[in-house]
C-alpha cells in the first residue's frame, strides 16, 4: 500500500547549523509533495511544496530536494532558530478516484534546536 | 490563505456520548477535509466533506461514527458518536486554498474518559 515515511523520529541541532529533515515515499504516482510544520498546540502549517517534475525547490531559508529516482524527499533549513522546533512532516498528494487529490502524511520528525 | 477556526478547542468527555466539531473558514472553498490526529501520531484523512452531497469516507472510517455535515462552501461538522476512550485525538479541518495549498485549523483536542 501507499506509504510515507521518516527515517528520524527526533533530531537535535545547534543553533545556527543547518537542519536536514528526511522522508522516503512508496507512491510513484505522487504529482506533489508538501512539507508542514506543526508546533504545539497547532494545526499542521504549509512550509513549502514542490511538484514531481522538479528536483530542489527553495524558499525562505529551507530547500526542499525530491530525488524520485530513490523515492526520496528532504528538507533543508538553513542557520537553524529556535523558532523552528518543531514537528516535521512530509505528505504526498495523489489522485485518487472521484477525481479528488488524497494527501497522506508522513510519521513526521521532532526538531529540538539546542541553543 | 484561508483563516480556519474550530470550535470547541477542546474537550473532556464520558464515553458513550458524542460531540460535534464545528469548523468555520473566512472564505468559500471548494475543498474541506477532516483527519485525526492520536497523540504523538501522523494525521490520518477521516473523510472529505463534500457540500451538498453525503461525505467521502476513507478506510476504516464510518458514517455512524462519524457523521459529517457540509451545508455551505465555508462550514462543516464533525461529529464523534458513542465515544470510548480510543477516540481521545486531535481532530482537525482542513481546507484547500485557491493556489492548491492545503491549510489546517488548529485542532479540536478531545479527551475521552
Known amino acids: 500500500g501507499e506509504s510515507v515515511g521518516l527515517h528520524l523520529p527526533t533530531l537535535s541541532v545547534q543553533e545556527g547549523d543547518n537542519s536536514i529533515i528526511n522522508c522516503a515515499y512508496s507512491?510513484?504516482?505522487?504529482?506533489?509533495f508538501i512539507w508542514y510544520k506543526q508546533e504545539s498546540g497547532k494545526g499542521p502549517q504549509f512550509i513549502i511544496d514542490?511538484?514531481?517534475?522538479?528536483d530542489k525547490r527553495q524558499g525562505q531559508r529551507v530547500t526542499v530536494l525530491l530525488n524520485k529516482t530513490v523515492k526520496h524527499l528532504s528538507l533543508q533549513i538553513a542557520a537553524t532558530q529556535p523558532g523552528d522546533s518543531a514537528v516535521y512532516f512530509c505528505?504526498?498528494?495523489?489522485?485518487?478516484?472521484?477525481?479528488?487529490?488524497?494527501?497522506?502524511f508522513g510519521t513526521g520528525t521532532k526538531l529540538q534546536v539546542i541553543p | 490563505s484561508a483563516v480556519i477556526s474550530q470550535k470547541p478547542s477542546r474537550d473532556i468527555c464520558q464515553r458513550g456520548t458524542s460531540l460535534t466539531i464545528q469548523c468555520q473558514v473566512d472564505s468559500q472553498v471548494t475543498m474541506m477535509f477532516w483527519y485525526r490526529q492520536q497523540p504523538g501520531q501522523s494525521l490520518t484523512l477521516i473523510a472529505t466533506?463534500?457540500?451538498?452531497?453525503?461525505?467521502?469516507?476513507e478506510s476504516g472510517f464510518v458514517i455512524d461514527k462519524f457523521p459529517i455535515s457540509r451545508p455551505n462552501l465555508t462550514f462543516s461538522t464533525l461529529t464523534v458518536s458513542n465515544m470510548s476512550p480510543e477516540d481521545s485525538s486531535i481532530y482537525l479541518c482542513?481546507?484547500?486554498?485557491?493556489?492548491?495549498?492545503?491549510?489546517f485549523g488548529p485542532g479540536t483536542r478531545l479527551t475521552v474518559l
Open positions: 505528505a504526498e498528494k495523489s489522485h485518487v478516484a472521484g477525481g479528488y487529490q488524497k494527501v497522506t
Open positions: 514542490i511538484r514531481s517534475n522538479m
Open positions: 482542513s481546507v484547500v486554498g485557491s493556489y492548491n495549498e492545503q491549510f
Open positions: 507512491n510513484s504516482a505522487s504529482d506533489y
Open positions: 466533506a463534500n457540500q451538498g452531497s453525503e461525505a467521502t469516507y
